[in-house]
Structure formats: structure tokens, C-alpha cells
């Protein structure tokens, strides 16, 4: 039996010295936990210090909790996809992203009309309230079974400019930057990413498991004077998905010297 002899409630010190098993090894990555009969004995304590400890454990997203099975440590590997956020250009003028011919729909994309908030309205350079053509869908990879909310939103005033934009608002992104290079805009791009913990219905939709923040990218395409013409969103589990980038040099203008 290991003693407790920590500060603080009773359950935190079953928590803390069960943390220290895992972090150290003696209970291996998707490995069981004793079971709870076993971790009372262990640490003598009672069946609801057992559970309120086992509770903290998994709102740290150090443990799972398996229905009918028990409660195992998670596993710290690599996550399951590598998410590449290259943008090519073919010779025909059409654009390819790595995996964009790889996710599935999981169901139809739903199109709607939104409008700007202040998040959405600071990357398009609008204010709020902002009239957009949202477009949403729920992707999933088919080899690692990784799901992914995605959408993108369209300024009223940029889909004016090119109407079959506003008529068709569900286009994948390849098909929007098209359209866009042939009203005369050189695209390019930026991005930004964070981590955050995923609301209710984010949670349920990613089907993530508990204590996992998820991955909310936002890629702005610019055209002409460098304008935020269409902003694209993609937000998928942390604990399955990684995102790669590739980076090269920009040129840098010639300074000229002086006579």
C-alpha cells in the first residue's frame, strides 16, 4: 500500500500520486488503470476518493474513461495526420491543396448568409455586422477516420464583384481562389493558428475525447492591394492532427547603391 502523506484533499493526493505512476512510466500509455478495488487497497482510501481522483485525472486528459471497460492512460503518441498547408498552381490555372482531395463529406455542406463578428471581421479587414455567404462542412479523413469542421465565408461585396461566388457559395476553396485569379487578383495567403478548448458542440461533432483542446486555423486569401477577399476555417482535434507548413525565403528588393 502506498502512504499518502501530501497536503491538500484527499482526492488530489490520490490524483497526484497516480499522476506520478503514469508520468513516470509505471503505468504505460493506453494501458488499464487498476481497478478501482485495487486502487483503494493501494492507497487507503475510499471507493468516492477513488473516483473523484480518477474524475480529476480525466479532466486533465491524462486518462480515459472507457464505458465497461475502466479508465486507461492516454496515449502521448504522434497524432494520427499530418495536415500540409501547401497551395499549388497547376499549368491550367487550377489550385491543388496536399490534402484537399483526401477528406470525405461526411454530409452536405449546409450554405447560409451570416455576417461578420468581431474575430471574422478583423481578418477580413471589415466591421461587424458585415453581410457574408457562409458555407459549412464536416470532413473526415478515411485513413485515420480524423473529422474536421471546415468553412469558409464570403463578403457580400466580393461575391458582387464575381456573382457566381454568390450563387454558388459552397464551391471548395481550389474553386473560389480560381475564380478570384480570374478576375485578375495575384492570390496570396495568410494563416494563424491557435489551440483552444472546443465548445459543447464542437466537442460532440469531432467526437473528441475529454480535457482536448482542438486546432482552429484561419486562412485569409488577399488579392489586389493586398485585400482579405475570402476567409477559410478549419477546426480539428489536437490530439489527432498536426499541421505542417513549407516556408521559403522571399526575395528581398535590391538595395541600390549609392554613386
Known amino acids: 500500500m502506498t502512504e499518502i502523506q501530501r497536503p491538500g484533499a484527499l482526492y488530489q493526493q490520490v490524483a497526484a500520486a497516480i499522476r506520478e505512476a503514469i508520468l513516470s512510466g509505471e503505468f504505460a500509455p493506453d494501458s488499464p488503470l487498476p481497478s478501482e ?143 478570384l485569379a480570374q478576375d485578375g487578383h495575384a492570390l496570396w495567403w495568410s494563416e494563424t493558428v491557435r489551440a483552444r478548448m472546443p465548445l459543447p458542440d464542437e466537442r460532440a461533432t469531432l467526437q473528441l475525447p475529454d480535457a482536448t483542446p482542438l486546432l482552429h486555423l484561419a486562412r485569409v486569401a488577399h488579392g489586389t492591394d493586398d485585400r482579405p477577399l475570402v476567409l477559410e476555417e478549419l477546426r480539428v482535434g489536437a490530439d489527432r492532427a498536426e499541421i505542417a507548413y513549407r516556408i521559403t525565403a522571399d526575395k528581398q528588393p535590391t538595395r541600390r547603391r549609392q554613386a
Open 37 to 179: 478495488s485495487q486502487l483503494i487497497t493501494r492507497y487507503g482510501v475510499s471507493r468516492p476518493t477513488v473516483r473523484n481522483a480518477i474524475a480529476a485525472l480525466r479532466a486533465e486528459g491524462l486518462i480515459d474513461v472507457r464505458h465497461g471497460k475502466g479508465s486507461f492512460v492516454r496515449s502521448a503518441g504522434q497524432p494520427a495526420l499530418t495536415i500540409e498547408r501547401r497551395i499549388g498552381r497547376t499549368s491550367d490555372d487550377r489550385f491543388t491543396m496536399p490534402n484537399g482531395d483526401e477528406w470525405e463529406e461526411v454530409e452536405e455542406p449546409t450554405t447560409y448568409r451570416a455576417r461578420t463578428t468581431k474575430a471574422t471581421g478583423r481578418l477580413l479587414q471589415l466591421a461587424e455586422e458585415e453581410a457574408l455567404f457562409g458555407c459549412a462542412r464536416l470532413l473526415i479523413d478515411p485513413g485515420t477516420g480524423t473529422r474536421a469542421m471546415h468553412r469558409t465565408l464570403i463578403p457580400f461585396e466580393v461575391a458582387e464583384a464575381i456573382p457566381l461566388l454568390g450563387k454558388e457559395p459552397r464551391k471548395r476553396p481550389t474553386a473560389i481562389y480560381r475564380l
